[in-house]
């Protein structure tokens, strides 16, 4: 063994390494250049493919635009802007208001949002204020899997865990030291608007939370330290220091979270209680925008009914897209470091 | 706050009892509101072995769904009807999505690629379910009747975005240096970007790709009215055919103990499909260069 190691260099050194590598430079010289049109039009029709797959994307949107606007055509005219105050949903006499589903939709995500933004920012706070450095990555990858389990799990878990829940224990202490407010009135059937409120809460948690933990990071140190310095105490660091300067970029957050709220379907057609009535109560059965097309699409008989679901699916179309682009606007205006570092300097 | 030499105390006045009190109130605050948000998830997680695992068997797995009212059967066909949906939408979407990420990696730092970009969020924030709408009237209306093939578009439109903007992110970690060197040597672009900046980017792609598999994979929303269910054997794509996630649902919003027990089994399947293949990913991220893909 140890004569082979000796050996081994010295063979390396006699051997001449060079000269091959020599004759591969030498020969390269010599390669005549490929034509010049042959390059131009692999490469041209390279970049023209690409593009087609990247125009692709405005193509699908046009098409969701178009599609969803000319199979609604016929309850735009048939109602016009008296589809969005009209209460009334009556398949059987072709006379169709979707207010009762507007009205679930945006209570349930309020509600939603009620529930996840001080959870969502309590949690960031802890992630990447307080805890140990060992517990972060575990917590936050514990929070990113609640963003992957589906809807429908969702779903079925509210349904017998959830709701049972709500119906025996939360729901009946709110009817008794909440109630004066009216929010909280009549029979807990566990199935209603508060239910839905909370499996949607559970889930835009994630999202919420995510997007303050990068604001809340995207925040510079010596702001922190600067605090600090003055005397302040942690809390009074995070709420001075940090909270404040990244309080857009978690408005942000909220409202893309409340961009999901809005558009979730499965998990909120099972426990909402499917009844298109406009209660004050959040114990009452509601009916959302999303769930009515789950629900009623695949067996909506006639034009007009057909008609006035997609026309609910366009109208939830377009409030998600103005949801997410005011989103992603404040979100940016923070990650991008702009009012932060203006602030530090 | 922290407690200095004796001789710092007495020009720094100590911290108030109530300044502390606040504080403390704050990181408990803090941590109620973790274990608040990590409790739903380990309830749900809970439930479903123990539930899931109860209902669990050989038959649930090779049977097709028994009449109401007769015990056993399964949901082979739901099992693979979702992987023939799903097989169809990646041979859509998969393509169509990493040729847009290279179009905005590669050429898109004009005005064209800024619009690519913000279209391709916007429909990333598209309900689902108005996906299954436009889905049906694309496929479903021109065929007149369910099909797979209406479940695979519309799980390919939502694969799209996610990949594209992912693959985009892989690439441009890629150091421009790497694309010069091929330059240098007389590789034409086409080919720099195929066999040297997407090769070198392959494990990030890939996790893009699995990202947007385990987000559709658990979607019902859009499978309702394209896809819509079936309870016998189906191979063909042109037919109704059934999917885990919708088989789930039908069963959970029934009245038959039988058939809820069979949702939770499924849920499982379901669960242990997605989280396995993020876990998986998750691993092969940290190993690989690419981080930051989720």
Sequence with gaps: ?345 | MPSNGAGAEERIPAVGVFRRFKDHLATFAAIAAVTLVLAPLIAIFVYLVYKGVGSLNWAFLTQTPKPVGEAGGGMANAIVGSMMILLIASAMGVPLGIGAGIYLAEYGQGAFGKIIRFTADVLNGVPSIVIGIVAYTIVVLRQKHFSALAGGVALAIMMVPTISRTTEEMLLLVPESVREAAYGLGIPRWRTTLSITLRTATSGVITGVMLAFARVAGETAPLLFTAFGNQFWNLNVNQPTAALPLQIFNYAISPFDEWHRQAWAGALILIILIVGSVAALRLVGRRGMMKGAS
């Excluded at chain 1, 010599?30 to 049109?37: H, V």
């Excluded at chain 1, 039009?41 to 405005?58: P, T």
């Excluded at chain 1, 377009?318 to 205006?333: G, P, Q």
């Design chain 1, 1 to 345: 063994m140890e004569n082979r190691s000796l050996q081994m260099p010295e063979l390396k050194r006699d051997s001449p390494v060079s000269e091959p590598k020599l004759s591969i430079v030498r020969s390269a010289s010599a390669i005549r250049p490929i034509s010049d049109f042959r390059i131009r039009l692999a490469d041209g029709s390279f970049h023209a493919a690409m593009l087609a797959c990247g125009a692709a994307i405005i193509a699908l949107l046009v098409l969701i635009v178009f599609e969803l606007a000319s199979s609604s055509r016929l309850s735009l005219h048939a109602f016009g802007w008296k589809f969005f105050t009209s209460q009334m949903w009556d398949p059987v006499n072709d006379q169709y208001g979707a207010l009762p589903f507007i009205y679930g939709t945006v209570v349930s995500s309020v509600l939603a949002l009620v529930i996840a933004v001080p959870l969502s920012v309590g949690s960031a706070v802890f992630i990447t204020e307080m805890c140990p450095r060992s517990l972060r990555g575990i917590i936050s990858f514990l929070v990113e899997l609640l963003a992957a389990i589906p809807s429908v799990i969702y779903g079925l878990w509210a349904i017998f865990i959830l709701v049972p829940i709500l119906r025996l224990h939360v729901e009946p202490w709110l009817a008794r030291y909440l109630g004066w407010t009216g929010l909280f009135e009549g029979q807990p059937f566990g199935i209603g608007m508060l239910a839905a409120g909370v499996v949607l809460a559970i889930m835009i948690i994630p999202i919420i939370a995510s997007i303050t933990r990068e604001v809340m990071i995207a925040v510079p140190r010596q702001q922190r330290e600067a605090v600090l310095a003055l005397g302040a105490t942690r809390w009074e660091m995070i709420r001075v220091g940090v909270l404040r300067n990244a309080r857009a970029g978690i408005l942000g957050g909220a409202i893309l979270g409340l961009g999901r709220a809005l558009g979730e379907t499965m998990a909120v057609t099972m426990v909402i209680g499917n009844r298109p009535e406009i209660a004050r109560s959040l114990f009452a059965p509601g009916y959302t925008m999303a769930s009515v097309i789950a629900n009623e699409f695949s067996e909506a008989t006639g034009d007009l009914y057909l008609s006035s679901l997609v026309e609910i699916g366009l109208a939830l179309f377009l409030v998600t897209i103005i949801v997410n682009a005011l989103a992603r606007l404040l979100v940016w205006s923070v990650t991008r470091g702009v009012p932060a570092r203006a602030h530090a300097q």
